[in-house]
């Protein structure tokens, strides 16, 4: 329908020979109507039931047929996927490896979750680390991120990191902190600060020493959302946490600063937006706590800053490709 | 002043590009010709990569709220109303000047400022409409069936109708058809029997709006409204199923009525065939008309429909029903990815990407030899103030 408002209008402007518009037109007109990816969702759908159904018919028959069985099944699931991925693995570099095909991706994707699983099943019911959580989050931290640089897997890198900061988290507060919301006097925040900036400057070496440099992004990002956010978060904490919150506010600068240099370098968006959107955050905290028992000043607030500061993000971003000097594409 | 507050031109380049990508991937075109036809059809408005985006629409919404409250500063926090036109006619002057001087095109920018202009004055409708009679309360405006509450419902309608006629918003859109139905409901209950035909009313209502926004892809203006109509077909065709739903109209009736148990309802094997018949003929038409949002629609409804018959009664177990179910969809997914592997029936289990190309090469370099050279005098290639449309595939 559209297509032959487009092809009657390229034809019009000479764009188009009328002879290679007309079989366009009779391509268009004959083209078989794909279904490829609603029966590729159909068959994940049954796929996902059939799992699940039989997973409740296993839970609610467990005495019959045992946890040996069950556990059995799982670890063959898991050896099943690495062996596949394995199979199809690409020799290992330091570059980024090119990718044959998806399956052995996915595959190794769904051996990592169902090692989660595995694991977690075994600490449940037969309870094997005892109390040594921090050799229960260790364990899948060192296999993700192995496997990571060893299939060239960014996803799995992801995992890795996520797991390794459940480690440190485990290792720095006692899981009975979880409890109550004073997390922050065990020094979770501390620790989830330092996580992101080692990871950060994990990134930046990744991309210094061209060591699969393609990493950096996911480091980066990781990393310096973590280390933001918990910098924020002590920042507007109770003063429980070890570090004095006033030195968040120049951490926080100095990140978002570190940001916008990497943005630049690398045109990357996303790091911008994060460093206008925390350095903004703290700006406009200072700027209340100094006025915080002055109206007067509330009023200024409200009439000039709030105002003003918005269209100063706004121009930032509409001229960012000069501020930036970030090259058309 | 026209109707359109961007370019159409926009709308039409942008549907043309993607048009030569993708003939250009089935081999239809040669690269060469892509390229000329590309720069017929430039990129001149300003849409940057999605990040930036969302950083515009945030800080535009807070210098929204900041204006909007030094306005109430000033004027004492003593009328609302005033606040509300000030920063209305305000946001509309910056939306049109954005698009004017600035060349925004669904930026963030712009869409904040469309979004919060209109806030304000449906807030502003709203304020006068209670505030005038203290009387008025806000759930007599759908079964209240007032003179008052039917012009109010008219009054946002035509609001954000006309709204979407300017600005081809899809959000704007999805809002002005809920009070398009909105109205439609409230209508029909000053009907004695209206609560009976309410079911039918609905699905009279969205399946006229489905016919309209077909008719309305005929038009020349369809690049322009592309979006808004796709949203509007969307909606049309969850509400006709929904309107036709047996439990929808089951404990939509309970509620009607305020019954604590819902209670069978008059006509119900209609409705039963409905439940049934809507999903089924959606998948049928879907995959005859090659309409794949009908398909897509019909999909996700069956499963509704399904959740519909277990909500009253079981017939299985879950967990067996789940592995039937799920052995039954893998070996039909199976067997249609097999047999459609050469295409029948106008259907094709091989992904759009990887399809056989159609091969004009011979056609091509006979052609070629003169394809024009298109050349535009005075245009300047790359210029203004283009994002690129944040389609480099940088984050």
Known sequence: MSHQRILADLEARTLLPPAQAQAIAGFEQNRPFSIHYELRALLYLGITLLAGGLGVLVYQNIDHIGHGVVVGFIALVVAACFWYAARHRQPFTWGEAPKASLLPDYALLLGCLTFLVLEGYLQYQYNIFGDRYGLVTMLPAALFLWLAYLFDHRGVLSMGLTALGTWVGVNVAPLSAFGDESFLRYGLGEAALGLGVVLMAAGLLSEYLNLKRHFAFTYLSLGSNVALLAATAILFGDNAAHLPSGLMVPLIFILSGFLFWYARRTQSYLFLLLGVIYSYIVLTYLLIQLVADNSGAWEFLIMFYFPLSAIGAVLLFVNIRKILRIHAD | ?395
């Open chain 2, 1 to 395: 002043m026209p109707i359109k507050a961007y370019p159409t031109a926009w709308a039409r380049h942008d549907a043309v590009r993607a048009a030569a990508a993708r003939w250009l991937k089935q081999e239809l075109i040669t690269p060469a010709q892509r390229t000329t036809i590309d720069a017929a059809h430039p990129v001149d408005y300003y849409r940057p990569n999605i990040f930036l985006r969302i950083g515009l629409f945030i800080f535009t919404c807070i210098g929204a709220m900041a204006v909007s409250g030094t306005v109430a500063m000033i004027t004492d926090f003593d009328s609302p109303a005033a606040v509300a036109v000030v920063y209305a006619i305000g946001a509309l002057v910056v939306l049109e000047l954005a698009i004017k001087n600035s060349r925004h095109y669904h930026s963030g920018l712009d869409n904040a400022a469309l979004y919060t202009a209109l806030l304000a004055v449906i807030g502003l409708i709203l304020y006068l409409y209670f505030e005038s009679d203290y009387r008025r309360q806000p759930e007599d405006l759908f079964f209240g069936q007032t003179f008052g509450g039917t012009l109010l419902l008219l009054v946002i309608l035509v609001v954000l109708a006309a709204a979407t006629l300017r600005y081809a918003d899809r959000l704007v859109a999805a809002c002005a058809y809920f009070a398009y139905l909105a109205l439609a409901v409230n209508l029909l209950l000053y009907l004695p029997p209206g609560r009976l035909l309410l079911p039918f009313g609905v699905m009279l209502a969205s399946g006229a709006a489905y016919i309209l926004q077909d008719k309305a892809r005929l038009r020349d203006d369809f690049f322009y409204y592309e979006r808004v109509l796709n949203v509007i077909k969307l909606l049309a065709l969850l509400t006709f199923y929904l309107g036709g739903n047996y439990l929808i109209v089951r404990e939509g009736n309970a509620a009607l009525l305020n019954l604590p148990v819902s209670t069978q309802i008059p006509f119900a094997p209609v409705f039963y065939l409905f439940t049934v018949a809507v999903p089924l003929a959606y998948i049928y038409f879907g995959l005859r008309q090659a309409n794949r949002m009908m398909l897509l629609v019909g999909l996700a409804v069956v499963c509704f429909s399904i959740y519909t018959y277990r909500f009253y009664r079981s017939l299985l177990p879950p967990e067996i029903a789940a592995v039937i179910a799920g052995v039954f969809l893998i070996g039909l997914a199976a067997w249609a990815l097999h047999h459609l592997r050469t295409p029948r029936h106008g259907l094709t289990a091989v992904a759009e990407d990887d399809e056989p190309h159609f091969n004009l090469e011979s056609l091509i370099v006979a052609q070629t030899a003169h394809a024009p050279e298109h050349q535009a005098p005075g245009f300047e290639f790359g210029g203004g103030s283009s994002g690129g449309g944040g389609a480099n595939g940088q984050f």
